[in-house]
């Protein structure tokens, strides 16, 4: 569903993502750790085609970002570290224009359930979103993957900021999608939010992808001891 | 995909209360400017009214007299007043609305406007059409300059981005729904003014509606290139805050520094001759004609000789008219040719000033826009030339007709002849039109054409910013 094929990244004499080799199946979610600057914001701007390689290719569901980005856009949904809405527009407004941006004309009532399935309650969806916390926020970015019905997910650092039960509730979601046969790749510092929900991590250091661990790898095991070593080594 | 985004940006500057105050500040002024031009216009046709019937009435009631000397005693005309400058006065502050006819001169327009105004018409007389110019463009600049860049700067440019909407269908909806805010505003002033325009004290000359249509079509031309131009700038710059000082520079340059910079260049490059060198120039010339008032001139005794040679006849008595009647007439036609070479001379210099400035609208399309205003709104000089024509051919047959008779109804060396009001009542009155619509559609060509070219580089500017447009710029 999502590919990267020796992706590489420079910024003048700096590489910011060396030859990542990196393949996301249905259903997966993938998370992405690594320290500041280790190129995960890289990774995700690749694949939205928001960058544009050195050399290499991502691919969402099969077309090459580079060669047709507005395409690749259309597959997926992407949810940043803060989900940007127009803060004179209500959550229902924000979600119907973003998703007949996407392509997806919903009636109201439709609009609301989605709102509902992402955890945001009736009255507030009616509030300008100016008022609303981030992790309100992130629902409104769930809601639209729903509307959209992307079947790849791109997350950069969904969780940070989210006070536990939001993260609680933020990553219920994210299961569900997966088990709705969505691919997630999700660049994240939270080492908690990933081992309780990625179904396999990667570590990049230095543009890097060092290590890559199954769930049965890191499940039961002391992530932080895991992730740190790789950092030292 | 682009309609979506133009209604949401549409919505967004709705519900901004700093452009509805803007708006509203601006739809009050295009009214208010409407309404106190309409109220001098109102006041200047009815004193123009006034005048022309007591001028008619103190011309017919002169009592008899020589009809030269009738000639001499004169008559006032006045310039009517275009439907249409109820939106844009253009040069009719400054320049004279009165010509005063007599024999053997031809006068300039006297009595401006601006010569009766307070000390407060140094700071810019306002009309809807300045308003149009100059405020509008500068809620454009205010709307539109977070449009992409302040996208970018809050993140809902990277939002819209990743669902796959192409950058060119951003650029156009958001400019399609600035350019409909823009609409919405007007659209109540239009209405406004379309009112004021139908309930016009002046009837409405044909056309008038036809250049109101173009009126209409060269601000909207005007507004798009500004919007356009905006949305373009906001595309291809890293922040808001640079978007909007590029644009706020622009706006000052196109606005405020280029129309009077473009005048003082072109007065510089095409200088005006001074008006006592050209009163003094023309009249040298005058001189070299006939002086039917000098008997004793050289040329007349040269004009005696030809007219006795051509009759057959030794003296002026026996000739079969008024020799007197006959030289005031071949003087006037001598003054005539002189009259139009001079003034013809500064008025073309006047219309190529005014061409330069139209064709300098290349650098700032304001220029080409208030050219083609005041050509639609017959308000400007190539209008005011018409008019002073008008009045000078008027004054030509006028004379004619009142030496034509004293040449024929006056004995030889009869210096008593007197007509009377039968003869001041034949003569015609002054009527002047408005020029038509395709007249004022080809003094405005050049600035027509300026006005295409910016709109044609603004669309182009703008597609080019789509191909630019990144969520994220290093």
């Known amino acids: ?233 | 995909m682009i309609a979506t985004i133009a209604k949401g940006e549409l919505v967004g500057a709705w519900r901004d209360g700093r452009f509805r105050l803007g708006a509203v500040l601006v739809l009050v002024l295009l009214v208010v400017a409407g309404l106190l031009a309409r109220q001098q216009v109102a006041r200047e046709t009815a004193e123009r009214d006034a005048a022309t019937a007591l001028e008619r009435k103190n011309w017919v009631e002169q009592g008899n007299k020589n009809s030269h000397s009738a000639g001499h005693y004169g008559v006032n005309v006045f310039k009517p007043s275009s439907p249409l400058a109820v939106f844009d006065r253009g040069i009719e502050p400054f320049v004279g609305t009165t010509v005063f006819l007599e024999a053997h001169r031809q006068n300039q327009t006297a009595f401006l406007p601006a010569q009766d105004a307070t000390a407060m018409r140094r700071f810019g007389e306002l009309s809807a059409a300045l308003a149009l110019q100059v405020l509008v463009p500068l809620l454009v600049v205010l709307l539109a300059f977070g449009s992409l860049a302040g996208e970018r700067e809050s993140g809902t440019l990277r939002q819209t981005l990743s669902l796959g909407v192409a950058p060119r269908s951003i650029v156009l909806g958001k400019a399609l729904g600035i350019a409909a805010a823009i609409a919405l505003l007007l659209t109540p002033a239009a209405a406004v003014l379309a009112i004021l325009l139908s309930r016009s004290a002046e009837p409405a000359a044909e056309g008038t509606w036809t250049r109101a249509g173009w009126l209409a079509a060269v601000y909207a031309a005007y507004i798009a290139v500004i919007v356009a131009g905006s949305v373009a700038v906001s595309a291809s710059t890293r922040t808001a805050r640079s978007a909007l000082t590029i644009l706020l520079a622009m706006w000052a340059l196109n606005c405020i520094v280029a129309p009077r910079l473009a005048s003082d260049v072109v007065h510089g490059q095409l200088p005006m001759p001074k008006l006592a060198v050209f009163e003094v120039e023309m009249q040298k010339d005058v001189m070299e004609g006939l002086d039917g008032h000098d008997a004793r001139s050289k040329q007349i005794e040269d004009f005696t000789k030809r007219t006795l040679a051509e009759h057959g006849k030794t003296s002026v008595d026996q000739l079969p008219f008024n020799f007197q009647g006959f030289v005031m007439l071949e003087s006037e036609r001598m003054a005539g040719v002189v009259f139009d070479h001079h003034f013809g001379k500064l008025w073309d210099r006047i219309q190529e000033q005014d061409r330069a400035v139209a064709w300098a609208g290349f650098a700032a399309p304001m220029l080409a826009l208030r050219s083609a205003s005041m050509a639609f709104a017959g308000t400007d000089f190539a209008h005011h030339r018409r008019f002073a024509r008008a009045a000078e051919e008027h004054r030509r047959e006028f004379v004619r007709l009142l030496n034509e008779d004293l040449m024929n109804n006056a004995r030889p060396g009869d210096h008593g002849y007197a007509a009377g009001r039968a003869l001041w009542e034949a003569l015609p009155e002054f009527r002047h039109e408005v020029a038509s619509a395709a007249e004022a559609w080809r003094d405005a060509r050049p600035s027509l054409i300026v006005l295409a070219a910016w709109l044609v580089a603004s669309l182009a500017f703008l597609g080019w910013s789509a191909t630019r447009l990144r969520a994220v710029i290093l």
């Open chain 1, 1 to 233: 569903m999502l590919e990267a094929q020796k992706l590489t990244k420079r910024f003048q004499d700096r590489v910011a993502l060396d030859a990542l080799d990196l393949r996301v199946e249905a259903g997966e979610i993938f998370a992405l750790l690594g320290p500041n600057g280790a190129g995960k914001t890289t990774t995700i701007n690749l694949f939205l085609g928001f960058l544009t390689p050195d050399s290499g290719d991502a691919r969402i569901a099969g077309t090459s970002v580079a060669q047709d980005p507005v395409a690749a856009r259309r597959k997926l949904a992407y949810i940043p570290e803060m989900v940007s809405l127009y803060p004179r527009f209500s959550g229902i407004e924000n979600l119907d224009y973003f998703s007949r941006l996407g392509g997806h004309k919903r009636r109201g009532e439709e609009l609301y359930a989605l709102l509902e399935r992402a955890g945001l309650a009736r009255e507030a969806a009616d509030r300008r979103v100016g008022t609303y916390s981030k992790g309100m926020r992130q629902k409104i970015g769930i809601a639209l993957a729903l509307a959209t019905g992307a079947k790849v997910l791109l997350l950069d650092e969904p969780t940070s900021g989210l006070d536990p039960a939001a993260s609680h509730e933020f990553s219920r979601m994210l299961k569900k999608l997966a088990d709705e046969g969505v691919a997630i790749l999700m660049a994240t510092h939270d080492l908690f939010r990933a081992r309780e929900d990625a179904t396999r991590i990667g570590i990049l250091v230095n543009g890097r992808l060092v290590a890559q661990h199954g769930r049965d790898e890191f499940r039961g095991k002391d992530l932080e001891k895991l992730y740190l070593e790789r950092l030292a080594s």
